[in-house]
């Protein structure tokens, strides 16, 4: 039995058993397709919903036993073949100096959101990553010991532009409206924040390898409300920033390369962009065809998707017809299942379940015939 002490730090891992996921994320042969959901930790889970019941929600993201914990819970009940850490994008935001709630009903508030350029006076200039997020690195550690190497963990961080939008509009928005203001009317400030962004997620992905993660996800969920000029002036070069300069620093610092997962949510408009910027896996919503998908991409890049949230909605029998339909579309190599998005509140988790054995089915015949 280990001793305490031994959980909290980032050494003597247990072997991993379960590398399916990072073989299909270097596009390497494997006997099934790998198989995770975003918000696989989540609400869904009446055990989720138990162990967060009258708990602030980001009081919960400092704990690294209550992270560990829900990190946990899924693979519990599901053969799935990744775990990622639970956490929040907006951790960033705050170890910026910016203060955000969770409000019941709402989402994240942030209680003063920047409204003008001056507004970046505010924020700190030089962010310490191991004391402000150091408690996101012991989620990681700890949970690296506990899943005893059944499966690989994640790590992720929000993009830039996803997390300036946040910062500006105060919460969620439909229509970016804010942010995107400031892109038209500030853009030498939207510049200086976003590169203020990517230098903290930088060394924040960089904590997290080394604390134990053994992969990594930048989330671009607003990439939809930018069109491909935008894109490819205020999003594109800070998230190919991120991965040259992870990856360099790993190697620097003699750490092992981890393959890093690039998700820009409705960008399918910049697919090729994405699969040349230097991420090993372009993970897809559900609004693009597997098929076209991987002409676009040219086979360059691994992906990852794309399963509507909603088809879990359907009868079992139906999610394995949704499932099979998909696997063929992508092939079996340098794929990785999951959904086109995180999984709803009012999900059922056999349904879930019923999604995880159908990817491992399906693909494992199709593997078989190729």
Same mark, same amino acid.
């Given at each position: 039995i280990m001793d305490k002490d031994n959980l909290i730090l980032p050494k003597d891992f247990p072997e991993l058993t379960n590398d399916t996921f990072l073989r299909a994320a270097h596009g390497e042969e494997v006997e099934h397709v790998p198989v995770w959901c975003m918000r696989q930790a989540g609400r869904y889970l009446p055990e989720f919903r138990e162990s967060r019941a009258g708990k602030d929600f980001f009081e919960t993201c400092r704990s690294p036993e209550a992270c560990c914990?829900?990190?946990?819970?899924?693979?519990?009940?599901?053969?799935?073949?990744?775990?990622?850490?639970?956490?929040?994008?907006? !951790?960033?935001?705050? %170890?910026?100096?910016?203060?955000?709630?969770? *409000?019941?009903?709402?989402?994240?508030?942030?209680?003063?959101?920047? =409204?003008?350029?001056?507004?970046?006076? #505010?924020?700190? %200039?030089? !962010?310490?990553?191991?004391?402000?997020?150091?408690?996101?690195?012991?989620?990681?550690?700890? *949970? #690296?010991?506990?899943?005893?190497? =059944?499966?690989?963990?994640?790590?992720?961080?929000? %993009?830039?532009?996803?997390?300036?939008?946040?910062?500006?509009?105060?919460?969620?928005?439909?229509?970016?409206?804010?942010?995107?203001?400031?892109?038209? #009317?500030?853009?030498?400030?939207?510049?200086?924040?976003?590169?203020?962004?990517?230098?903290?997620?930088?060394?924040?992905?960089?904590?997290? !390898?080394?604390?134990?993660?053994? %992969?990594?996800?930048?989330f671009e969920s607003h990439a939809g409300c930018l069109g491909p000029v935008q894109f490819k002036e205020f999003a594109l070069p800070y998230l190919r920033d991120i991965a040259m300069r992870v990856k360099g620093k790993l190697k620097e610092s003699g750490l092992d390369n981890v393959p890093m997962i690039v998700f820009a949510k409705d960008g399918h408009y910049a697919l090729e962009d994405l699969s040349q910027s230097y991420y090993e896996v372009v993970g897809l919503d559900w609004t693009i065809d597997p098929c076209l998908a991987r002409k676009r991409t040219g086979g360059s890049v691994s992906l990852q998707g794309n399963m509507d949230p909603c088809a879990l909605y359907a009868t079992k029998e139906r999610i394995s017809e949704i499932v099979k339909r998909m696997v063929e579309a992508f092939g079996t190599r340098g794929y990785i299942a999951n959904l086109g998005h995180g999984l709803y509140p009012d999900m059922d988790p056999e349904s879930v379940g019923a999604f995880v054995d159908a990817v491992h089915t399906h693909s494992r015949q199709l593997a078989k015939r190729v």
């Amino acid at each position: 039995i280990m001793d305490k002490d031994n959980l909290i730090l980032p050494k003597d891992f247990p072997e991993l058993t379960n590398d399916t996921f990072l073989r299909a994320a270097h596009g390497e042969e494997v006997e099934h397709v790998p198989v995770w959901c975003m918000r696989q930790a989540g609400r869904y889970l009446p055990e989720f919903r138990e162990s967060r019941a009258g708990k602030d929600f980001f009081e919960t993201c400092r704990s690294p036993e209550a992270c560990c914990e829900l990190t946990l819970q899924p693979l519990r009940r599901f053969p799935l073949d990744a775990a990622i850490i639970f956490s929040d994008i907006l !951790v960033v935001p705050q %170890a910026l100096g910016m203060d955000v709630q969770m *409000t019941p009903g709402k989402g994240p508030t942030f209680q003063e959101p920047l =409204k003008e350029p001056e507004d970046l006076q #505010r924020l700190r %200039a030089k !962010v310490d990553v191991d004391a402000e997020l150091g408690y996101v690195f012991r989620a990681i550690t700890l *949970t #690296r010991h506990k899943l005893e190497g =059944k499966v690989p963990l994640i790590g992720f961080s929000g %993009a830039p532009w996803t997390l300036m939008s946040y910062m500006i509009e105060g919460g969620g928005s439909v229509t970016q409206s804010k942010a995107k203001r400031w892109l038209y #009317r500030h853009p030498e400030a939207s510049h200086r924040l976003l590169q203020l962004l990517t230098d903290v997620i930088v060394e924040y992905l960089l904590g997290q !390898v080394k604390a134990g993660a053994q %992969a990594l996800q930048v989330f671009e969920s607003h990439a939809g409300c930018l069109g491909p000029v935008q894109f490819k002036e205020f999003a594109l070069p800070y998230l190919r920033d991120i991965a040259m300069r992870v990856k360099g620093k790993l190697k620097e610092s003699g750490l092992d390369n981890v393959p890093m997962i690039v998700f820009a949510k409705d960008g399918h408009y910049a697919l090729e962009d994405l699969s040349q910027s230097y991420y090993e896996v372009v993970g897809l919503d559900w609004t693009i065809d597997p098929c076209l998908a991987r002409k676009r991409t040219g086979g360059s890049v691994s992906l990852q998707g794309n399963m509507d949230p909603c088809a879990l909605y359907a009868t079992k029998e139906r999610i394995s017809e949704i499932v099979k339909r998909m696997v063929e579309a992508f092939g079996t190599r340098g794929y990785i299942a999951n959904l086109g998005h995180g999984l709803y509140p009012d999900m059922d988790p056999e349904s879930v379940g019923a999604f995880v054995d159908a990817v491992h089915t399906h693909s494992r015949q199709l593997a078989k015939r190729v």
